[in-house]
T-cell receptor
Framework: GQQLNQSPQSMFIQEGEDVSMNCTSS?????WLWYKQDPGEGPVLLIA?????ELTSNGRLTAQFGITRKDSFLNISASIPSDVGIYFC??????????????FGQGTTLQVKP | DTGVSQDPRHKITKRGQNVTFRCDPI?????LYWYRQTLGQGPEFLTY????????KSRLLSDRFSAERPKGSFSTLEIQRTEQGDSAMYLC???????????FGPGTRLTVT
């Protein structure tokens, strides 16, 4: 099936550092979403992107919808311990039926050292 | 709280038993989705409802799985004759028609022994 390649797979950083992660595909997407998931809980929507080139911020988080529509990036500035968790990218394929069905990446596990 | 709710949060069952999960979406959302998530993976799409109509099903949804949304509000997902491979987190999400921003519930963790 369709795949989203998310990298890095995991990150271990010092509190206060900035974080970057990305998601790429060989297919074109018309929506990109970024979620954070804590253990035993459902994913929480962080940022939604709907147009190629769009750059959107949510507090210390900034995400971009790649110009080629095949990738997206998430940056977290000045990380804090509560940023710990698994971050997933998700997208809806262009040309798919208008159901909103999402394809998810494999996740990036973020650990923050105080 | 008006978020997506799921019940139960955890279910342990023996192989061969039937199980049913419930999802209550955000009240004004007419789209409802079921996903399955196994350890170390992202969620995988199972099925989608717009109001009470089930409009898409994944190939992952074998004939042992059935989902309903009888009045366009809450939804149920039933698994018959459970197998160990059904052990996973079952997630429900909802959205409005014009938004692809899906909001997830806390999930139901199924363990088949």
């Amino acid at each position: 099936g369709q795949q989203l390649n998310q990298s890095p797979q995991s990150m271990f950083i010092q509190e206060g550092e900035d974080v970057s992660m990305n998601c790429t595909s060989s297919s074109i997407f018309n929506t990109w979403l970024w979620y954070k998931q804590d253990p035993g809980e459902g994913p929480v929507l962080l940022i939604a992107l709907y147009k190629a080139g769009e750059l959107t911020s949510n507090g210390r988080l900034t995400a971009q919808f790649g110009i080629t529509r095949k990738d997206s990036f998430l940056n977290i500035s000045a990380s804090i311990p509560s940023d710990v968790g698994i971050y997933f990218c998700a997208g809806q394929l262009a040309g798919s039926s208008n159901t909103g069905k999402l394809i998810f990446g494999q996740g990036t596990t973020l650990q923050v050292k105080p | 709280d008006t978020g997506v709710s799921q019940d139960p949060r955890h279910k342990i069952t023996k192989r061969g038993q039937n199980v049913t999960f419930r999802c209550d979406p955000i009240s004004e959302h007419n789209r409802l989705y079921w996903y399955r998530q196994t350890l170390g993976q992202g969620p995988e799409f199972l099925t989608y409802f717009q109001n009470e109509a089930q409009l898409e099903k994944s190939r992952l949804l074998s004939d042992r799985f059935s989902a309903e949304r009888p009045k366009g509000s809450f939804s149920t997902l039933e698994i018959q004759r459970t197998e160990q491979g059904d052990s996973a987190m079952y997630l429900c999400a909802s959205s409005t028609r014009d938004s692809f921003g899906q909001y997830f519930g806390p999930g139901t963790r199924l363990t088949v022994t």
